[in-house]
């Protein structure tokens, strides 16, 4: 009876891995078809992230990061959105037929929120980077829940006050990267996977977009693989983003375009 049930457990555990990764594959297949360029970089696979499994990644901030193979990446935004910019990122992007993850601030994201639902229209996973991006190491306990709290409701607001079906993906970057052992834990409690990054083209710092295309594709030779942390709302990074994709697409790199595994799929980042 007892070998029966484990059998009948890794069963359904094959069947329940089998139906996640089908829909995975068909969305990747369809959004591959629905690309109008041959030779576009494109999105090679869909990876889902399982908070329960995987409560914090990247080498940044913590001993482990998603499971990439070689020439493998993942991109990802801070602080949007922001009307100059974010929409050049997206017809970079869009251009490439690439996916991305966005880590929103709540304040921006309640004054455009036309802006947080094109980037969910265009097939971009949407995250949450508090309310106005304060250090929530560097503030009372309370006011830092307050900022994941009232970021994420803001962002869900901005992306369902529309019309939106798309859910808000249970995924959560600090600014700075600067945590503490209670928000990490409150999050965990919660079901939220926290971001951090495996490199990134310091493009907060003043410079041009030369400079940055070379800093991160640089880096990206050494680590050859991660997640990539980059910035919307900064024009240098606008500028940069079609030479960075093409140069991705040029030196056989494959982009990763991650969601939230079930059933965090269906249920978004609530508290």
Known sequence: MIKMDRQKLRSMRARALGAVLAVAAGSAAA?????????ALGTSRILAVDAASTPR???KSFPQTLPLADH???????DGPWPATTPKVLAALAHQCVRATFFLIGKPASEHPELVRRIAAEGHT?????????SLARIK????????DHGISAVRAALHDGGSATPLAPFFR?????????????LQSRGITVFGADLWASDWNPMTPQQELKIITDR??????????????????AAMLPAFLDYLRQNHYRVVHLVPAA?????EAAH
């Open 141 to 148: 306990p309370g006011a830092a829940v307050e900022q994941i």
């Open 263 to 267: 059933p965090g799929a269906k249920a």
């Open 174 to 186: 600090f600014p700075g990267f600067e945590s503490t052992q209670a928000t990490l834990d409150l």
């Open 126 to 134: 949407i995250g949450t980077h508090t309310w106005t991006h304060p």
């Open 31 to 39: 959004h591959a078809e629905s690309c109008p360029r041959k030779d």
């Open 57 to 59: 990644v990247g080498l």
């Open 72 to 78: 493998e990446v993942v991109l990802t935004f801070d």
């Open 220 to 237: 990206l030779s050494v680590a050859r693989k991660g997640i990539i942390l980059l910035h919307d709302p900064k024009a240098r990074t």
